[in-house]
């Protein structure tokens, strides 16, 4: 292909029949595709609703957060991470509440207001960004939100064909057909959409498809006679990709066979309601011989290796809920008989003796008790990339990390020091300053460092495993719609529609 020398990119967008429907995935995989033309890339998605946040490079030289899915989906394009990538992410706090982040940061005033009043302030800001990328890339690789026939919100959704006619974009419409009922998804969703808008659909993508593909017969060629629409990629079923699951969640099937020592890791993560950032445990997930599970009772984490306590958006609220379900009981046991406990962000706060929260952001409450430490809740949100270094020596059973370097970022209100009134719990995590973010108390280590297992150097130290590296798995994205689109029709997204 031929980059743009001068001028205005393309858009491809895609959208969704439905939440789930593979709208990221997709994404991601045209985001590497097109950057291996040799065109400059870039992803974008007007509005994300994901606790799963990076954290990049900001406004004015701050550090600001976007959804996960547009961080990896820049990795994949070849691209440096940015806010106008994602420019408004919410957070969510509760069922019927969101913190705004609005180019990388939290707006306060736009978090309180009702989203139907808000929404035309956060399109003016998200069109900016969108002009920004096109006048700066060959190709803009959209990602939809949810579905775009969601006739009830269509009036002030900006973030599906909005976006659409705004970038003037080539639109692939994917649906999840292992869920039944594909046709009528995408049949229903083309024909709610205005006539102005239906023209945009350049392609149909049948996702997930399981047997015979030639069973759809005749159901792509009448769909396109009822539509004018063809259905350009019918995708199999892989649950192998590599990339993290859209929202976090991921099942609990074994991965890739045995480890090279024959054995099979088991790690359980508790699912407590506000937890976050799960994208960054998918390197485990990518590793032979580690299962990864849900734990949301006690008798779940019977057996297992590790028990993990990830990050949380409600710190003191996932506390109550843990202690609510006796798992409070069963993660002391755990660590009384000598198995590895990880807390993270989040999860380390809890591992503590307590929160204190002076500002109202969170709740006070009485941690654990697994590490002599005390988290402060403050004002400000710490956002940052961050180098960091083990100490030389890690006690049993966390000593393979001794002296390994790591990277990844912190994203969190509170501060956590040692508890004035216990004996010293043991800095082992330290950043480029010095200062530790990490403490270890026999088998229970804590740390704020997100994203640690995506360090090829941390798995490798903890797993005899082979390591997946993410820039092949984004290769292999690439390779796989490239086998199944029809020949040319990628491409083709990048020239003007022929009239139906």
């Not at 269509?154 to 649906?175: I, K, P, Q």
């Not at 808008?197 to 005749?218: H, K």
């Amino acid at each position: 292909m031929t980059r743009t020398t001068t001028g205005r990119g393309k858009a491809v967008m895609v959208l969704g029949t439905t939440s789930g429907a593979g709208k990221s995935f997709l994404t991601t995989a045209l985001c590497r595709w097109y950057a291996r033309q040799g065109l400059r890339v870039a992803p974008y998605k007007a509005q994300n609703m994901s606790n799963n946040a990076r954290v990049v490079p900001g406004l004015a030289g701050r550090q600001g957060e976007i959804g996960s899915a547009q961080y990896f989906q820049a990795l994949a394009a070849r691209a440096r991470p940015e806010v106008r990538m994602n420019p408004v992410l919410l957070k969510p706090e509760k069922d019927t509440a969101s913190q705004v982040v609005v180019l990388g940061e939290v707006d306060e005033a736009l978090s309180r207001a009702p989203w139907r009043e808000r929404s035309e302030t956060l399109w003016q800001r998200a069109r900016l960004a969108l002009h920004e990328l096109l006048d700066e890339n060959d190709v803009v690789v959209i990602e939809g939100a949810g579905s775009p026939a969601e006739i009830n919100l269509h009036s002030s959704d900006y973030v599906n064909m909005r976006t659409a006619r705004e970038a003037g974009a080539a639109c692939l419409l994917v649906t999840d057909i292992d869920r039944g009922g594909a046709f009528a998804h995408l049949f229903g969703t083309h024909q709610l959409l205005p006539a102005d808008e239906r023209a945009l659909i350049r392609g149909f993508v049948l996702n997930r498809f399981r047997g015979d593909a030639s069973l759809l017969a005749p159901g792509p060629e009448m769909l396109a006679r009822m539509t004018g629409v063809p259905t350009l990629a019918t995708l199999p079923m892989w649950r192998g990709h590599g990339l993290p699951e859209e929202d976090g969640v991921f099942d609990d099937r074994a991965s890739g066979g045995l480890g090279a020592a024959g054995g099979l890791t088991r790690i359980a993560i508790v699912a407590y309601p506000r937890l976050s950032n799960l994208d960054e445990f998918q390197p485990l997930r990518n590793l032979p011989g580690v299962r990864l599970s849900w734990a949301r009772t006690p008798a779940e984490l019977d057996g297992v290796d590790w028990v993990v306590l990830p990050g949380s958006k409600a710190v003191a609220a996932d506390l109550a809920w843990l202690r609510a379900q006796r798992m409070d009981v069963a993660i002391a046991a755990h660590a009384a008989a000598g198995r590895p406990v990880l807390g993270i962000c989040g999860g380390l706060q809890m591992l503590g003796e307590a929160l204190v929260d002076p500002h109202g952001l969170d709740g006070n409450a009485p941690g654990l008790g697994l590490l002599p430490l005390v988290t402060l809740f403050e004002r400000e949100k710490l956002l940052r990339a961050a180098e960091c270094r083990f100490a030389p020596t890690l006690d049993a059973p966390w000593s393979a990390l001794g002296g390994r370097p790591g990277r990844g970022y912190e994203i969190h209100h509170g501060r956590t020091a040692q508890h004035p009134g216990l004996p010293a719990a043991r800095p082992v995590l330290f950043d480029g300053l010095g200062e530790p973010l990490g403490w270890q108390h026999g088998p229970v280590l804590g740390h704020y460092l997100h994203g640690l297992f995506e360090d090829d150097r941390v798995l490798s130290a903890l797993f005899d495993r082979p390591v997946r590296p993410l820039d092949q798995v984004f290769d292999d994205l690439a390779d796989y719609i490239d086998r199944h689109f029809a020949p040319g029709a990628l491409a083709g997204l990048l020239s003007p529609a022929a009239a139906r």
